[in-house]
């Protein structure tokens, strides 16, 4: 679910003209944003309706988590600057993360503590 509201806002920011490999960009995000007209900036909607939990947190600096209530208020009279960095958010939770997992293997395959390694 939350993947299909990041797609849906990348979609837009695609038809607003965004460059989708350099939404992590804060040149390339706030120099797209200033360029914007008046009405494509009002297209921003698309982070209330399609709301992530990462992005209350944008706007709740110092909590932990965001508070749903404050987000739409917050969103409509967000500066060009805020903006750019719910795109930047929006950039890096679209990145695809690779997570490496390793398992330690004993120079000594009879030790059976960490004592028996040393």
Not at 1 to 20: A, D, H, K, P, S
Not at 76 to 97: S, V
Request: hydrophobic share 45%; charged share 20%; with cysteine.
């Amino acid at each position: 679910m939350l993947v299909i509201t990041l797609l849906r806002i990348v979609e837009t920011l695609q038809r607003l003209g965004f460059n989708t490999g350099l939404l992590s960009s804060t040149d390339h995000v706030l120099d797209r944003v200033k360029s914007l007209k008046e009405e494509d900036v009002g297209k921003t909607v698309v982070f209330v309706k399609n709301s992530h939990p990462r992005f209350f947190r944008f706007f709740s600096l110092g909590l932990p988590f965001g508070h749903m209530e404050d987000y739409e208020g917050k969103v409509n009279a967000a500066t060009l600057e805020q903006l750019a960095g719910l795109i930047k958010t929006c950039g890096f939770l679209m990145q695809t993360k690779a997570y490496l997992f390793w398992t330690f293997y004993p120079l000594n395959p009879s030790a059976t503590c960490a004592q028996d390694l040393l």
